[in-house]
Structure formats: C-alpha cells, structure tokens
C-alpha cells in the first residue's frame, strides 16, 4: 500500500470553535464543545470527526450532527479536546500527537501515523450505517479477549463481544498494521455488545468488517507498536489505581466455611504452619443459610438475607473480624451476587422498576440461555438503585467486611461496571463517615469490560476445571483479557471444578505466584486447597511458593504504581518487549511480569518448552536458591552454585523436565529487583532490610514506590519513590528518594544488595542504612568473581 505523507497535507492553525458553512465537501461545525469537522458523503450521509484525548472520533450522523454516545468504557477524565483540521484537495480531518483520520467526498477513511504522516490503512466507501470496513493487509488483530482454549493465542480475529462464565470478549482490537480502535454503540443486548468484528479474506487481502447496531462511535487510536497501543487504549478507558497493599499478598477462598470454629481454625493453621496469607473469602455461607439457584422466577424467600451475617459463621461479626484483622492480620471478603433473595426486597425493588428483565446465563462460556435468577436481579445502571445498594452496604463494612467478591454479573453487559460503581461509592460515604482518609476500593469479578479496572474493580478468569488443560490455559487468558483491558487477572488456583491433585495445585500456584492477584478457591463438595491437605512435600512447596510472593511484593507493588503513574503494563506478553523476534509472538505460557520473563511447568509430566528470546538470560529463580547460601557467609564473599545461573536464548523451543519445586523464571542483565526478607503478611513488610538484587552485564534502573498502603493519598502525591541505579562499568548501584515519606512504619529503612554477576557468582553487601541517597560499589569485583 503506498504511503502518503502528511506534509501534503495542509496544516492550518488549530481549530478552536471556527464557524464554517458546510458543503458537499464538509467544513466544520460549533456545537457544545470542541469542533467537529463534517464531511458529507454519498447516499445522503454524513461523517463526522472529532478527537476525545489523542483518540480520534469516527462518527456517522445525522444532518446537524449529534453528540457523542456516553459509555462506561470511556474514562469521564479524558476529555474532548479541540483537534488541528488537516486537509487536502479530496481529504478532511482531525489530528492529535497520535496521528490524524481524514475522509474524503466517497465515504473512504484513511488513518495515518503521528511521526511522519505515513498512512496506515483505510477504509472502502461507507455504504451502510452499521456496517465499516478496513483493509488490513498484513498482521494479526490482538486485544479482543477470549474464552479459555482461545488464550492458546494472543490473535483474535473474530469478536463478538460478550461477558460470560470463563470467556470476556470486547468491541476492541489493536492491529498489527499500526492502530487500534474501540467502538462504542448506543445499548448493549443483555449480556451481549452488538459491536462486533471479522477479519476476513476478500482475493488476495484481507479485511476487518465491523458490524453494528444502531448509532456507532469509533475510537482511533494510531500506534506503531503493541506497547504503545495498549497504552493509548488504557488512557481512554482509565488507567488502573493501584490496590490496597493486602492484595498483593495471598488470599484462601473456597465455598464451604462450616461455622466460626471451623473459620477460626483454618486462620490458626495457616498462621501456625508459616504459610503467608492476607486474605480469606467466603461464600454463600457468611451472609444466608441457603443458596437461591431453585428459587422460582421473581420470587425469593421471606428468611433470606441479602445483606446480613449468618449467625452460624459470624454470631458476633463486628467481633470478629475486628479479631481476625487486628490479631490475625487477616481481611475478609465475602461473594455478591447482583441479584435479591428476600421476597420483600425483590417486590420493593419491581415496584421501582429497578429489576432488569433477563436472566443470570447458565453454564460457562458459551452460555445457556435463559438461564437463572430471572426477574431478581439489580439494574445497576439506574443511579437510584446504585443509591439505595450503596446505602444497604452501610451496616456491613461498618461491622468490617473488607471487599467484595462479585459472582454471576453476566446478567448485562455492563453490570459489572454500574455494580462496582455502587460498591465503590458505598466505601466513599463509609470513609466519610468514619472521617478517615478515603480508603482504595478493591473487588474481585467474575467478568469485565473496558474500562471497569478504572474503579479498582479486578477480574479472576471464571468456575475453571481443575485439569492440566484448563491450567495450560490460564497464562494465555490472562494475557489476552490484559490486552482487551483487564490490566489484574486472578484465577482459582487449583481449579474450581472437581477435585484437585498434589502436583496440579502446586503447579497452579507457581502460575498464580507472578499474577497481579494471588488466591486460591474450590467448590463445596472438594477438598479446600489448603496447604496441609495434600501430603509434606505439597505443603512445603505450597510454603515455598508463597514465601516468594511475598519476597516479590515491594517488586509488584512499585510495577502497580508504575501503571498507574505511566500506563506501562505490569504483566505483558513477550510479543511486547520482543517485537523483533517472531519466533514469541504468538507465545501464550510464557509471560512478562515487569522485567521478569516467567514460562512455569504447565504439563502433568512436569516438563515445559521453554521460549527464550535471544540474548544472555539469568536464571531468576535458581540465582534466589543460591542467595541463601550467600547469607551464611561474610559481605564479600562470592558464592558460586552447582547450578549454571547464566543461559543464553536461542530464540528456538527447548523441551525440559522441571522438578516441583522450581519455577523457571528469567531476567536480563542490567535488571534491579528489590525484594522483601520472608514476612507473613504485607503489614510485616519493611521490618526487615530491603533485599536488592542487582544482575550485572548491562546499566539498569528501577523505581520502588512506598506509601500508607491503603489510602488514596498516593493520588495526590504522598509516596516515597526512590530511584535505583546500576552503573555496570563501575559496579556500583546508586539510589536517590525523590519524595520524602512520612509514613515510616511502612516503609524499608534498611537495605542489603545481592550482585549476580554473568560468571554466576553472588555477592552480598553489608546491611545498610536506606536513607534518602546512597550507593553502594562492589570493589573490584571481576577480579574477585573470575
């Protein structure tokens, strides 16, 4: 396709507001906010051109125009903004740093680049009002979700978007040829998004037909790489806050907590058997005595409880979960379903008109219609009903409930999203009213679409089997749901479904280890997947796993700040970091976790293929074992292990039996990882020195952020970040704090640095004071390690 560049096109002065009359060729118009520019095309339509951030705004409309289609997938913070008008002899349009969309007198669209004006691709002639059409040439569409045997791949050529048990699917796509584009029409179709796309072959080429239903918004989004358009994509929709600290640690759920006793042991064993833990989530149990699955339709049960305790699990909850947070350091969270149980509620709630007429899907993915819970559930998207649930949480997060589990909310398309926003408001007005500090609003989700991870609200991938398919899976789900705008993605480690084994539950937690989310959850006729369950050699890698997860939490939680602060992903596909390597590009079990390639044993025979882009590798998790041995000796002193530490990458597949206890893990040389001594929950986190680890062959850099852990002062500044350098020619890390800390009992005041370097060997600095500047040399170290 030839290019064309922009500097053929004219580029008058921005447009702020200009009035001009509208003819066949179009001209601009001055409405309520910014300009839009209008070009009439053939069969009496019209498009219309407008820019809302650095995306540019794709619109059929009527004669006038019309305002842009509100979504909860666009981010209220991100702004219409005035666009520079470019234009040609036979081109008009609008343009921002990004890159510009022009549409010419036959209804053809082209898209082009920021940095040189090339174009991208463009359109055929619009001919219908629910239907656009772009060639793609060459390269894949990514980003559009998928269910669980669709994360064998990151390409999603077909999407009809939709929220289901197991499968999220979004009207997204980044394409390889340099864009990305997000539709937006005017009402989802119960739990169905009527913005749908296909790659499809047309001769000798390739296009994307996207089809619609009623009025359509198009987001355009110019990028040249995936990086840079899942970034673009994450500043429409709303980058993601950072969660409470707790989050990062550990959390035990299953469905089946028998009664307080047998809560207050579970805590006990855990705390007794040194398996770090933050977190325990229940089911049904903890609020009513029964489920409602055979309850008939619009009917519920006079006994039944929708927002209560069960006396059998919680006779004293203020008590108790005061109890378990303050002397156990244990939150509790407890499931929602967006549907009412008691009789009395659901005929209040008919008679407000705030019940939607569908159905909870049966089934996973795809589901079964019409489902369950039909004529009970909440129709979040009416304000009043946000109101009144908020109000109804009052009474439970006074007593201490932590966050909320939300199961089923396939019952819209945006239920999910109007649902968190009712929880989210529901701990403002707590925080108010207890006059403390606005605390972060977390909760965990059985479904999502773009731009839910704005509100704190994270996903977990669905009622998964417990089976070596479903775990092999579970790498490739989490990055394609990343991509299509779930940026924290848990799972149910262990599977949920059926009974788990020993080997498969640990291999699951080796996975869940280097996910934003960490928790593990079983139905109520298996056994919990509790760690002293399944025989020693389970527990004490069960033990181990969970040690390293906390270790990495000061790793995680400044990657989480990172973006935030930046919209650099966190977790990211190797195809991201490794564009000119093609031989990852559609890798789905390895995955990036910052600076750290993860590829864990997905296989019952415990062997795995390893896919390592070229280059000099360490082995991260065999460089931690030999570090403990380190610790015996004096600062100084190298330590070489029996084990090659250094690899170098091929590019080519190496097949590898991997014994349980090890977690293949890799980072390159240059990479600085702060981590934490072993704790037993986040709260213990800064207790002990700083453990940095610093792997030699190139300068590197990284940035840890502390702060209170649970406020949302971190918004408006209040952090400790601090800079660390690694100056490889002078072997020496720096670290320099940028921002003072207050919140000193949170934070790290001493620090030791562990340098790996590319013979293998590890050294160990004397404990040091982490005051705002520092720095540390290995002296002559290539002398010492050779």
Not at 345 to 362: G, R, T
Not at 694 to 719: A, C, M, N, R
């Amino acid at each position: 396709m030839p290019t064309m560049p922009l500097a053929h096109l004219r580029w008058p002065l921005a447009v702020f507001g200009l009035l001009s009359p509208l003819g066949v060729c179009g001209g601009t118009l001055r409405g309520e906010g910014p300009v839009q520019v209008v070009v009439d095309i053939p069969h009496h339509r019209r498009v219309q051109l407008s820019c809302r951030g650095t995306a540019l705004r794709l619109q059929l409309v009527p004669a006038g125009g019309r305002t842009p289609l509100v979504s909860p997938m666009l981010a209220p913070s991100v702004e219409d903004v005035p666009c520079s008008k470019v234009e040609t002899s036979t081109e008009q349009g609008v343009s921002t740093s990004a890159g510009s969309v022009t549409v010419d007198i036959y209804g053809v669209v082209r898209i082009y680049s920021g940095s040189g004006g090339a174009r991208i691709t463009n359109s055929t002639p619009i001919v219908s009002d629910s239907e656009m059409v772009f060639y793609q040439p060459r390269g894949r569409l990514l980003g559009g979700g998928s269910d669980s045997p669709g994360g064998m791949s990151l390409s999603t050529p077909s999407v009809s978007p939709i929220v289901g048990n197991t499968a999220c699917y979004a009207p997204y796509y980044y394409s390889e040829m340099g864009y990305g584009v997000l539709s937006v029409v005017e009402r989802a179709d119960y739990n169905k998004y009527p913005a749908s796309y296909e790659l499809t072959s047309y001769g000798d080429s390739q296009r994307v037909n996207w089809l619609f239903t009623g009025m359509w918004d198009m987001y355009i989004m110019p990028a040249a790489s995936l990086r840079e358009g899942t970034r673009a994509y994450y500043e429409l929709t709303g980058r993601p806050p950072v969660p409470p600290r707790y989050t990062f640690g550990f959390m035990a759920s299953r469905w089946g907590w028998k009664d307080r006793t047998y809560i207050e042991n579970v805590i006990q064993k855990f705390r007794d058997g040194k398996y770090p833990i933050d977190a325990i989530i229940m089911d049904f149990e903890w609020f009513t005595n029964e489920t409602d699955y055979g309850y008939a339709p619009s009917e519920g049960k006079s006994y039944y409880k929708d927002f209560g305790f069960n006396p059998v699990t919680f006779p004293e909850p203020a008590y108790q979960l005061a109890e378990y947070a303050f002397n156990s350091n244990i939150r509790v969270a407890g499931i929602r379903k967006p549907r009412m149980g008691n009789s009395a509620v659901i005929e209040e709630l008919e008679d407000k008109k705030w019940l939607l007429p569908h159905c909870e899907p049966a089934g996973r993915y795809p589901p079964v219609y019409p489902g369950y819970s039909c004529g009970r559930n909440v129709d979040f998207s009416i304000p009043e009903a946000r109101d009144w649930y908020a109000k109804e949480l009052q009474p439970l997060l006074n007593a201490g409930m932590s966050f909320w589990w939300n199961d089923e909310g396939e019952t819209d398309y945006f239920t999910n999203h109007w649902w968190n926003v009712a929880q989210k408001k529901a701990l403002e007005t707590w925080s108010n009213n207890m006059a403390l500090p606005q605390h972060r609003f977390f909760s965990l989700n059985r479904a999502f679409t773009p731009g839910l991870s704005r509100l704190g609200a994270t996903v977990w991938t669905g009622d998964v089997t417990a089976s070596w398919d479903w775990l092999l899976h579970t790498p490739g789900t989490m990055l394609n749901w990343v991509l299509a705008g779930a940026p924290y993605v848990s799972c149910d480690s262990g599977g949920f479904i059926d009974p788990t084994s020993a080997e498969l539950l640990i291999r699951w937690l080796q996975v869940a280890c280097f996910m934003p989310v960490m928790r593990v959850h079983s139905e109520i006729n298996v056994d919990p997947h509790w760690p002293w369950l399944w025989g020693p050699v389970a527990a004490d890698a069960y033990r181990k796993i969970l040690n390293l997860r906390y270790r990495l939490l000061p790793y995680h939680y400044s990657l989480a700040h990172a973006q935030y602060d930046t919209g650099e992903m966190w977790i990211r596909p190797l195809l991201m970091d490794f564009p000119n390597s093609p031989e990852v590009h559609n890798v789905t079990t390895h995955w990036m976790d910052g600076s750290i390639l993860v590829a864990p044993v997905l296989r019952e025979d415990s062997t795995h293929d390893l896919h390592l882009p070229p280059g000099l590798w360490y082995r991260l998790d065999k460089a931690l074992m030999l570090a403990e041995e380190v610790k015996t000796v004096a600062p100084g002193v190298p330590v070489q292990g029996h084990d090659p530490l250094v690899t170098q990458g091929s590019g080519t597949r190496v097949t590898s039996k991997v014994p349980m206890k090890e977690v293949p893990c890799f980072v390159r040389p240059g990479t600085i990882l702060p981590l934490s001594p072993v704790v037993q929950h986040s709260g213990e986190i800064g207790q002990g020195p700083l453990q940095v680890y610093v792997f030699g062959g190139s300068d590197g850099h990284f940035t840890l952020v502390e702060d209170d852990g649970w406020s949302t002062k971190y918004q408006q500044g209040d952090i400790r970040s601090t800079n660390f350098k690694w100056a490889d020619h002078d072997q020496t890390l720096s670290w320099t704090s940028m921002i003072p800390f207050e919140y000193t009992e949170h934070g790290f005041s001493q620090l030791s640095v562990y340098f790996v370097n590319i013979y293998g060997h590890i050294t160990q600095s004397p404990i040091l004071a982490f005051s705002n500047e520092g720095s540390f040399t290995f002296q002559a170290a290539n002398e010492v390690f050779k």
